[in-house]
């Protein structure tokens, strides 16, 4: 019976849809995390009776025809980047990004990956790093005597040295934006890099034309919606139980057929 495969399908379908809900819902405190969505399509079909297909010699045609589906597969997780909600921290070097655009952050290895997660901190050299020690770039470094940081709107980074009376500019905050910012590739860490589908990126300063502008002692919050994940779960458990009894009916029915005497 094509209904136990069927049954299956279904059932490693709502296994996938869980393990998304839950990264989701594990990761509801993680500054700057993007919640997750899969998508589910349909099996090839079996066509018993092709639509169109001629039904007598004169040429009349099937209005329907006979196709019994294969079941489902994953086709796509899609990651939602809508806006999360704020917090403030009032720590001077944490910032978010309030609009579209993301933080470039050189890797070990030379590449640039990009973050929405602004939770900052100094290194040994004053150097602006994420908390994994990654620099910013563009390099910004703050002096260790600077007694005071501001990071204005626009992402420029200014200090107050001892013995000066304005603020000295130390460098200034860039954001890159994609073209399919779904498209980019989670590397953990709060990081993503750049794919061909996600296209290249677009570098500019924080609150002009299509970038965000930036929000000292605060950071962003994950966008996970708990109530919309718990539904989420419980329909999948319902489905998940649901196929299972398909399975379950699907044997009853085949030992019924080996019973008959």
Do not use: C
């Amino acid at each position: 019976m094509l209904s136990l495969d069927i049954g299956a399908t279904g059932m490693l379908a709502q296994q996938m849809n869980v393990n998304v809900i839950s990264n989701n819902i594990a990761n509801m405190g993680t500054a700057g995390y993007k919640r997750q969505r899969p998508e589910f399509h349909d099996l090839i079909y079996q066509n018993i009776k092709r639509p169109g297909s001629t039904s007598s010699d004169i040429g009349t045609l099937v209005p329907s025809g006979i196709q019994v589906g294969l079941g489902v597969k994953p086709g796509s997780i899609y990651r939602i980047m809508e806006q999360g909600s704020f917090e403030v921290t009032t720590n001077e070097l944490d910032v978010a990004i309030a609009g579209r655009g993301f933080f470039q952050v050189q890797l070990p290895s030379g590449e640039t990956a990009y973050t929405r997660a602004g939770n900052f901190g100094i290194n040994a050299e004053g150097d602006l790093v994420t908390s994994q020690g990654y620099l910013i770039e563009p390099a910004i470094n703050i002096p260790e005597d600077a007694t005071d940081t501001v990071i204005n709107a626009s992402g420029e980074v200014l200090v107050m040295l001892p013995g000066q009376t304005a603020f000295a500019n130390q460098g200034q905050l860039q954001l890159a934006t994609f073209a399919n910012e779904g498209g980019l590739e989670a590397m953990g860490d709060n990081l993503f890099m750049e794919t061909e589908s996600s296209g290249t990126p677009t570098v500019g300063n924080p609150n002009e034309d299509q970038f965000g502008r930036i929000e000292q002692g605060i950071l962003e919050n994950s966008n996970v919606d708990v109530v919309e994940e718990i539904t989420r779960l419980i329909s999948a458990q319902r489905a998940y139980e649901m196929n299972s009894k398909v399975i379950q009916t699907s044997d009853e029915m085949m030992g019924t057929v080996s019973n008959m005497r």
